[in-house]
């Protein structure tokens, strides 16, 4: 099992910045690369970020490229979100997680934390 720890979130205006934060322990050896997802209110769980650990590819969903910047060290079980520029549909739980396979979710999945961009 992978236990994951989300921090960072928090209320924003439009135009504002957060960096969320994500620990991963347990299970995490044959991690391939980890990523960030969030859930609107309403709406499906999506992929927003991933990075893979070995040539440290990464991929951006269409919505936030140019604003957001994936990070991480796999030897230390972290992993970053960079967040500029933020919009009211940013906002969203956002979780980590392992990645399986491309930039699809092991569905390990922590608590979240909450970003709320206001208008």
């Known amino acids: 099992q992978v236990q994951l720890v989300e921090s960072g979130g928090g209320l924003v205006p439009t135009g504002g910045s957060l960096r969320l934060s994500c620990s991963a322990s347990?299970?995490?050896?044959?991690?391939?690369?980890m990523g960030w997802f969030r859930q609107a209110p309403g709406k499906e769980r999506e992929v927003v970020a991933g990075?893979?650990?070995?040539?440290?590819?990464?991929y951006y969903a269409d919505s936030v490229k140019g604003r957001f910047t994936i990070s991480g060290d796999g030897a230390k079980n972290a992993l970053f979100l960079q967040m500029n520029n933020l919009k009211p549909e940013d906002t969203a739980v956002y979780y980590c997680?392992?990645?399986?396979?491309?930039?699809?979710?092991?569905?390990?999945w922590g608590r979240g934390t909450q970003v709320t961009v206001s208008s």
């Open positions: 997680d392992v990645l399986n396979g491309d930039y699809s979710p092991s569905n390990y």
């Open positions: 347990g299970r995490t050896s044959s991690s391939i690369g």
């Open positions: 990075i893979r650990w070995n040539g440290r590819s990464t």
